[in-house]
């Protein structure tokens, strides 16, 4: 069974402050990974994709990937309340198709 | 460039009865995944279809199906539904194969009495 596992939260940072969000994957052979930020009773929106090694910057979010350690993160800088949404890991086991696997999920709370 | 288009946006169903869900896929997208998503089991993937065949299934019961047309358009139909199956049941579309994004619909929210 593969799995994607993520603490559920909530994550309470300070506005301003520093979000670290991470994501654990049971297949090293993964292919490809997402960062989806879902707010309460709309639908998953994508932040960030991520195939290969190291970090991946896109204005205030960096994505890392480490497929040794089979750990993914998001880091979102200089939080803001509109940040506050649950995040959610995914990923595609290979790249033949679009068959994800989503974490639960964390969520998030910037507080002003 | 329009969205994924899913309709429609609820539904109100009772035990026993069948439902069918539409998506539209994001322009040129080929490719369609049905997702569903509730507070216990979070968001798990049904099936996916491409080029009017289904590439990828999900651990789902056969009451779950789903086409897809030439036009890339999809529909995912629930059988015999049950109080189990009320969920939000999302839409997503990409391009072609799994190393690019999918984007998602904002969903049918399916509710069984």
């Known amino acids: 069974q593969k799995e994607v596992e993520q603490n559920s939260g909530p994550l309470s940072v300070p506005e301003g402050a520093i979000a670290s969000l991470n994501c654990t994957y049971s297949?090293?052979?993964?292919?490809?990974f997402f960062w989806y930020r879902q707010y309460s009773g709309k639908s998953p929106e994508l932040i960030m994709s991520i195939y290969s090694n190291g970090d991946k910057e896109d204005g205030r979010f960096t994505a890392q990937l480490n497929k040794a350690s089979q750990y993914v993160s998001l880091l979102i800088r200089d939080s803001q309340p509109s940040d506050s949404a649950t995040y959610l890991c995914a990923v595609n086991w290979d790249n033949a198709g679009n068959m994800l696997t989503f974490g639960g999920g964390t969520r998030l709370m910037v507080k002003p | 460039k329009a969205g994924v288009t899913q309709t429609p946006r609820y539904l109100i169903k009772t035990r026993g009865q069948q439902v069918t869900l539409s998506c539209s896929p994001i322009s040129g997208h080929r490719s369609v995944s049905w997702y569903q998503q509730t507070p216990g089991q979070g968001l798990q993937f049904l099936f996916e279809y491409f080029s009017e065949t289904q590439r990828n299934k999900g651990n789902f019961p056969g009451r779950f199906s789903g086409r897809q047309f030439s036009n890339s358009r999809s529909e995912m139909n629930v059988s015999t539904l049950e109080l189990g199956d009320s969920a939000l049941y999302l839409c997503?579309?990409?391009?072609?194969?799994?190393?690019?994004?999918?984007?998602f619909g904002d969903g049918t929210r399916l509710s069984i009495l």
């Open positions: 997503a579309s990409s391009p072609g194969d799994g190393s690019q994004p999918q984007h």
């Open positions: 297949d090293r052979g993964s292919q490809s």
